[in-house]
């Protein structure tokens, strides 16, 4: 499957190896890890990633997910997008690698698994409750790798803090509402951040995140927003149609953690991806 997506936001197969005990695949290396480790392991005396170099990463995980979805012929699911599985190259440029979990994309545009994988915080809830999984568990994965790239935590186990109950997504959406974005930041950037491009990214993130996957943007949209056209429009329709969503999901859980805790479905968390 790795062979079928060339593009150079994804992790390309550079050759095989194979003997009787061993099959060996061959990546290009990445010298600077993962975002997930330059974002937590950080190392004393090496600088964190800065905002314009998340912003690049963004787009670039965005552009390679855009390929995958629209573009790769059969088109592919990845399935596990967050940040331990978009990798960076000497020149920090996204390359989403792992496709340990992708499926091809069947002509009903889904897939329906009997044991719900990937990494609990950044499974979208349809996945969750139903095993199917579409493009648009791809986008609410992404929409969670920016949460990531925008505090420097994991989605799920992240931060002690008493204001952080919960998970990630389910802090966001509080503090959006609130009105209280600076606290979302991650410390390592110092304030060295555009407040502005920190709203729209989150604006982004949570359009990306919304429970109902037919509301979600479809990756090409994704990328549009980020590159600087579309969002507004996108984020109007969001806020007009609150209310009427609201209304009519009464029974309907309005936390991650509640599709988490309602759930009945096995999940699997599985760690693929580090450092190659």
Request: glycine residues 8%.
């Amino acid at each position: 499957m790795i062979s079928l997506a060339v593009h150079r936001n994804l992790l390309r197969l550079r050759g095989f190896c194979t003997t009787e005990n061993e099959r060996i695949l061959v990546y290009p290396y990445m010298a600077n890890g993962s975002v997930a480790s330059q974002l937590r392991d950080h190392i004393h005396g090496k600088p964190a990633l800065d905002w314009s170099r998340r912003k690049k990463i963004a787009l670039g995980a965005a552009r390679g997910l855009l390929y995958l979805h629209e573009q790769c012929n059969p088109k592919i699911i990845h399935r596990d997008v967050k940040a331990a599985n978009i990798l960076l190259d000497e020149d920090f440029e996204a390359v989403v690698g792992d496709f340990g979990l992708a499926k091809l994309l069947d002509h009903q545009d889904s897939h329906v698994s009997t044991a719900v994988r990937g990494t609990i915080g950044h499974i979208a809830p349809e996945y969750l409750s139903t095993g199917k999984s579409s493009q648009k568990t791809d986008v609410f994965g992404f929409g969670i790798l920016l949460l990531e790239l925008i505090t420097g935590q994991k989605a799920f186990d992240f931060g002690r803090a008493t204001y952080q109950k919960g998970v990630m997504l389910d802090w966001v959406r509080k503090l959006h509402k609130e009105g209280r974005l600076n606290l979302l930041v991650d410390k390592d950037l110092r304030n060295t951040y555009d407040n502005v491009e920190l709203g729209e990214m989150v604006q982004v993130a949570l359009l990306c995140t919304q429970f109902n996957p037919s509301h979600r943007p479809i990756m090409s949209e994704v990328v549009r927003m980020l590159e600087g056209d579309g969002l507004a429009e996108k984020w109007a329709a969001l806020q007009k149609a609150d209310m009427t969503v609201l209304q009519s999901s009464e029974n309907l859980p309005f936390r991650y953690l509640d599709f988490l805790e309602e759930s009945s479905v096995v999940i699997e968390s599985i760690e693929l991806s580090g450092p190659r």
